[in-house]
């Protein structure tokens, strides 16, 4: 395992210092979240992401509703699945 070093400003650093123990994780999603801003086919994960890693009351997660260009894209491939399966690849 690696070890870095940050300067964050001090609101960053306290809610970082509540959540240590899942640093890995919550930079993991980070870096996976920048990653889908940069495909149009994971259009709108990205904001859902960004909003879960806040840790939002329960209502606020209950009341999520896709973007519409997610939403599209969560019908293709919910039709698709019925019609052929879905793939990895």
């Known amino acids: 395992m690696s070890s ?3 300067d964050v400003p001090d609101e960053v650093a306290e809610k ?4 240590a123990d899942r640093w890995p994780r919550i ?9 889908a801003e940069a495909s149009s086919e994971y259009e709108g994960v990205a904001d859902v992401l960004e909003l879960l890693a806040t840790l939002p009351p329960a209502e606020e997660v ?3 509703r896709a973007a519409p260009t997610l939403q599209h894209r969560i ?3 919910l039709e698709k699945s019925r019609r052929s399966g ?3 690849g």
């Not at 970082?16 to 959540?19: P, T, V």
């Not at 930079?27 to 990653?35: E, F, I, T, W």
């Open 62 to 64: 209950l009341g999520l």
């Open 27 to 35: 930079l993991d999603l980070g870096l996976r979240a920048l990653s």
């Open 75 to 77: 019908q293709e491939l």
């Open 86 to 88: 879905l793939s990895s």
């Open 4 to 6: 870095i070093t940050l």
């Open 16 to 19: 970082l210092n509540a959540l």
